[in-house]
């Protein structure tokens, strides 16, 4: 059974650092990895997509790591920014999404 | 907006009622899932869809929780005789057929039972 762990489960840091979160899965056959984030009391919005043929991701101030042979992957933020602050989560993907508890990240100005 | 749509987005009912949840997936998606949320936790799978063909049901989607959708577009979720635990956010989500596809989510129903 594929389980999602995301370390640290939350994160404050004052704006500015860059940071790392991470994710790991007990079952290495990983799918596409995508990252999310989630706001209080709102849905879930994609930030990245890393498909299973490739190692990382960017977009902008984020970039994203995917190592299958461990089962983890990270998101960099760079220069982190109060409107950061959400919840993060990373899913693997295998026909349906499977997701931890995801990390909280605040971000003080 | 060609993102995926939920209705309600609030659903107010008191214990015993059955409610029903619509999901609009993106247009050309053939894959749709639900999951629930409970404050702290990530999302729980319940069940997906490709097409009209209910693939996948979770344990956690007792007798009393169905799903459909009809003619492989949008989705309903019915909860019949709401305890109070069945509060929670209900998110919909849509993706094309194959693993490698980014998945979309919409905004959720916020369902309280009272």
């Known amino acids: 059974k594929q389980e999602v762990t995301q370390i640290p489960a939350a994160l404050s840091v004052p704006e500015g650092e860059n940071l790392v979160l991470n994710c790991s899965f007990t079952d290495s056959a990983i799918y596409n990895l995508q990252w999310f984030r989630q706001d209080p009391g709102k849905g879930l919005t994609s930030l990245l997509l890393i498909q299973s043929s490739q190692r990382e991701q960017t977009s902008g101030r984020l970039n994203a790591s995917l190592d299958k042979s461990s089962g983890r992957s990270t998101l960099y933020i760079a220069a982190s920014q109060p409107g950061d602050s959400a919840t993060y989560l990373c899913?693997?993907?295998?026909?349906?999404?499977?997701f931890g508890q995801g990390t909280e990240l605040s971000v003080k100005p | 907006d060609t993102g995926v749509s939920q209705n309600p987005r609030h659903k107010i009912t008191k214990r015993g009622q059955n409610v029903t949840f619509r999901c609009d997936p993106i247009s050309e998606h053939n894959r749709l899932y639900w999951y629930r949320q409970t404050l702290g936790q990530g999302p729980e799978f319940l069940t997906y869809?490709?097409?009209?063909?209910?693939?996948?049901k979770s344990r956690l989607l007792s007798d009393r929780f169905s799903a459909e959708r009809p003619k492989g577009s949008f989705s309903t979720l019915e909860i019949q005789r709401t305890e109070q635990g069945d509060s929670a956010m209900y998110l919909c989500?849509?993706?094309?057929?194959?693993?490698?596809?980014?998945?979309?989510f919409g905004q959720g129903t916020r369902l309280t039972v009272v």
């Open positions: 989500a849509s993706s094309l057929r194959t693993e490698n596809t980014e998945a979309f």
């Open positions: 899913p693997n993907q295998g026909g349906k999404l499977i």
């Open positions: 869809f490709q097409n009209e063909a209910q693939l996948e």
